[in-house]
C-alpha cells in the first residue's frame, strides 16, 4: 500500500539560517519598505497583540478605529497597557468615514498612537488608510495598521503611505502559509517601543525579538522556527515574484470587480456599496431577510461552494465570497456568485442567475480585451 500523501510534510528539512534575511528584504521590497521587519512565529493575531503590548504605556492617548472585532481586539490590548483610548467605530460591517477619524483627532489635545485595519476580512470593507495615516503623521502619532487583509490584494507601499508599525499575513492574497506572520517597524516606530519598560522574556515583545534577532545580524531565529512554514512563505514569495506584484494586486481588484458585477445583476445590491470601499479579497452579500445564514451557506454548499459567514454583530447579516490567493480567479468567481444566487433561489428569493454569470464572464472578458 503506498504511503499516504501528508507523509510528505514530514521531516522537513531545516531552514537555513542565512536565508532568513534575505527572505524578509524580499518581502520587505513587495511592500516598499526600509522599516525593519520582524518574522512572528505565529498567525497574524499574535502579530496584533504584540504590537499592541510593545507599544502601549500609561500617559498614552490612541485614536483606534473599529470596523471589525479585530479593531475591538487591538483597543482592548491597548488599555490592557494603560494607553488612554478613543475608539472610532463605524456603522455595522461598514468602513470607517476618514472624517470621522479627522474630528477625533481634533477633538484631542494631543494623540500619540492611531490604529486603523487596513482590509476587513470580516466584512469585506476597506477603510481609507491613505487619509487616515497622514492626518494621524500631521498630529504627530504614530500611525499602526492592520494590512493582513489587504497586503497583495491592494496596493500599498509602507513607507510612502507613512505607516510606522504594520502587521502582515502571507495567509489571503499572498497565498501562502497561516502559521507565520511579520511586523514591519519604522525608526519612530522602534522609539515609541524603546520607551516601554522591558517585560522580556515574552513572546510578544517586539524589543525582544529586535535584540535576540535584528540586533545579532538576522541569522537564525530565536526560538524553535518552523521550518515547513518559512518554505512555505518561500514558495510563496517565489510565486509572486514570478507574477509581479502589480499583476497579483489586479487580478485580486478584478475578482472583486466582477463578484459585485454578479451580485447587481442577481438583482442585490452588494453589502459594500460604494466599490472604492470595498476589500479586493473579501465580497460580503447580503442575508436577504427571512433567510438564515447559516442555512444559506449550507445550501451553497451542496453546489460544492464555501460561503463563509460576517463576524461580530453582523454574523446572520451577510455572508462572504472569499477570492484570495489562487481563489482571484475566473473560476472561483463566477461559481461563488452563482452558487450563492442558486441557493437563494431555494429559499423563493427572486434572483437572475443566468445574468449574474454572463456579469462575472463580462468583466473578465473586458479586462481580457
Do not use: C
Not at 468615514?97 to 477625533?104: G, H, L, M, N
Not at 494621524?136 to 489587504?150: H, K
Not at 447559516?294 to 461580530?312: K, M, N, P
Amino acid at each position: 500500500m503506498p504511503a499516504p500523501a501528508y507523509n510528505s510534510l514530514l521531516d522537513t528539512p531545516t531552514y537555513p539560517a542565512e536565508r532568513y534575511a534575505p527572505l524578509a528584504d524580499r518581502l520587505k521590497r513587495l511592500l516598499a519598505t526600509e522599516s525593519d521587519l520582524l518574522f512572528i512565529q505565529a498567525e497574524a493575531i499574535l502579530s496584533l497583540e504584540a504590537i499592541a503590548t510593545s507599544i502601549a504605556r500609561p500617559g498614552l492617548s490612541a485614536i483606534n478605529v473599529i470596523t471589525s472585532p479585530y479593531g475591538a481586539y487591538f483597543g482592548a490590548w491597548l488599555r490592557r497597557g494603560g494607553v488612554a483610548v478613543t475608539d472610532v467605530v463605524a456603522e455595522p460591517g461598514q468602513p470607517i468615514a476618514a472624517s470621522a477619524v479627522k474630528a477625533a483627532i481634533a477633538a484631542l489635545p494631543s494623540v500619540d498612537i492611531v490604529a486603523v485595519v487596513h482590509g476587513e476580512a470580516a466584512n469585506g470593507a476597506l477603510n481609507p488608510i491613505a487619509t487616515i495615516a497622514a492626518d494621524a503623521r500631521a498630529a504627530g502619532a504614530l500611525v499602526v495598521v492592520d494590512a493582513v487583509a489587504s497586503f497583495g490584494g491592494h496596493p500599498l507601499a509602507i513607507d510612502a503611505l507613512g505607516i510606522d508599525i504594520a502587521a502582515i499575513g502571507p495567509q489571503k492574497a499572498l497565498g501562502g502559509p497561516v502559521g507565520l506572520s511579520a511586523v514591519t517597524v519604522s525608526a519612530r516606530g522602534w522609539a515609541a517601543i524603546g520607551k516601554v519598560p522591558s517585560f522580556s522574556p515574552s513572546i510578544l515583545s517586539l524589543q525582544e525579538l529586535k535584540e535576540n534577532w535584528l540586533d545579532r545580524g538576522r541569522g537564525v531565529l530565536p526560538g524553535t522556527p518552523s521550518p515547513l512554514e518559512f518554505w512555505a512563505l518561500e514558495a510563496a514569495i517565489d510565486r509572486i515574484e514570478a507574477e509581479g506584484l502589480e499583476t497579483l494586486v489586479a487580478r485580486h481588484q478584478l475578482a472583486a470587480r466582477a463578484s459585485r458585477a454578479g451580485l447587481r445583476a442577481l438583482g442585490l445590491e452588494p453589502w459594500i456599496r460604494d466599490d472604492d470601499a470595498a476589500s479586493a479579497l473579501v465580497t460580503a452579500a447580503p442575508v436577504p431577510a427571512g433567510v438564515d445564514a447559516e442555512a444559506l451557506i449550507a445550501a451553497a454548499g451542496r453546489f460544492g461552494v464555501a460561503l463563509g459567514r460576517g463576524f461580530g454583530d453582523i454574523k446572520d447579516r451577510l455572508v462572504r465570497f472569499d477570492h484570495t490567493g489562487a481563489r482571484a480567479a475566473f473560476p472561483s468567481v463566477v461559481a461563488a456568485v452563482v452558487a450563492y444566487g442558486a441557493a437563494l433561489e431555494g429559499f423563493g428569493i427572486a434572483v437572475d442567475v443566468g445574468a449574474a454569470a454572463e456579469a462575472v464572464a463580462r468583466s473578465y472578458a473586458k479586462a481580457a480585451a
